[in-house]
């Protein structure tokens, strides 16, 4: 329920930002328009990590394992 509400909040403030971003670029606002895709950068790089597997980021931490045995080599 939390992830839906994520991308909900996520597609909601995406549209937001196009919306705005076309207004600037309509009003020659150069600056906002710099700015505000910036944002919309942070906003799709959140909603990737979100949205991703977290098969990767969950992974226990590897207490014991033989990682720094061969470092030698």
């Known amino acids: 329920m939390k992830e839906a509400a994520l991308k909900d909040d996520h597609e909601a403030t ?17 600056r ?21 597997p977290r098969s990767i980021r969950n992974r226990a931490p590897a207490t014991g394992s033989s990682f720094g045995t061969n470092r030698g080599i």
């Open 32 to 52: 906002l328009m710099t700015f505000l895709n910036l944002v919309r950068t942070e906003v799709l790089f959140e909603k990737d990590f979100t949205e991703s």
């Open 14 to 30: 995406l549209g937001w930002l196009d919306d705005s971003l076309e207004w600037s670029r309509l009003k020659g606002r150069t």
